[in-house]
């Protein structure tokens, strides 16, 4: 049921895109620009897809955007879906799947979080390097279907060491200055307490959000590359002194949106690139 569900989604999508995308982009809050330097590009709202998830969450457009960056033909989610909506943990992953069977085989996940590590600052742009699921449960649990992956997917290279020599290439390339951490995911959507920010960088959390590391588990169940870029857009609670707001996270994200989409986008252009050894 679940395989049929994802290939009516496929197949609607692949009936309107002109060409098949092999990179996945996933853009948080206020990261949705990246689709204005795509070319030839085709739009298609989440609410028309059959069986897609849609989300009501302030700075996400909702809209499956496919066209080319550079050489590269990449389907870019404008928004995501997130667990604290009420989702189950198949649903905050299903465009995943999704782009797996429309040709996928990277991923690159973005989003917008808090900052843990000290030396951190709102408004960096952070490479994660790995991650601790806080959830308490995971998009994988239920019957496994072979034809997606196998029952007990590895995990000791969620983000893939490959895409990050990649992207600190380009990084370097352009100037662009980044810190490398560890994601905590939290399942939201209240903003986490001063307590428990102390418990995560105990366990050595570099930084928290709400989101990514379902998207991450599934793309690495389904064979795929992963690479997570974080904007840090608030310190953490008991690290900062004032309040969180959602406004303020979407405006920090928004003015970092510009340096995340010029990386994504020499990233892209130099995709094919082989490094010199």
Request: with cysteine; proline share 5%; hydrophobic share 40%.
């Amino acid at each position: 049921m679940f395989y049929d569900k994802l290939m009516e989604s496929a197949e609607y999508i692949r009936e309107r895109i002109k060409e098949a995308p092999s990179i996945g982009v996933i853009l948080g809050s206020g990261l949705g620009g990246l689709v204005d330097v795509m070319e030839d590009r085709t739009v298609i709202p989440y609410a028309e897809i059959p069986n897609f998830p849609q989300s009501h969450v302030a700075g996400h457009a909702g809209n499956l955007v496919v066209g080319r960056i550079g050489r590269e033909v990449v389907a870019a989610m404008q928004g995501r879906f997130h667990f604290y909506e009420g989702f189950e943990m198949k649903e905050v992953a299903y465009p995943v799947y999704v782009m797996k069977l429309l040709g996928v085989e990277s991923l690159i996940v973005t989003n917008a979080c808090g900052g843990i590590n000290r030396s951190f600052a709102p408004g960096d742009l952070m490479l994660l390097t790995d991650y601790i699921n806080m959830l308490g449960t995971n998009p994988l649990v239920g019957p496994n279907d072979e034809r997606l992956g196998v029952r007990f997917p590895d995990m000791s290279e969620p983000y893939s060491h490959e895409l990050m020599e990649k992207a600190v290439r380009a990084a370097d390339q352009l100037g662009i200055a980044y810190q490398k951490g560890v994601y905590a995911i939290f399942s939201g959507p209240c903003y986490e307490t001063a307590a428990e920010i102390r418990a995560y960088e105990r366990l050595g959390a570099d930084a928290i959000g709400m989101s990514t590391v379902p998207e991450t588990i599934v793309a690495n169940y389904l064979g795929m590359k992963v690479l997570g870029i974080a904007c840090i857009t608030n310190m953490a609670t008991g690290i900062a002194k004032e309040k969180h707001t959602h406004e303020e996270v979407v405006r920090i994200a928004n003015e970092s949106s510009e340096r995340l989409c010029d990386w994504v986008k020499r990233l892209l252009a130099d995709w094919r690139a082989t490094p010199e050894r």
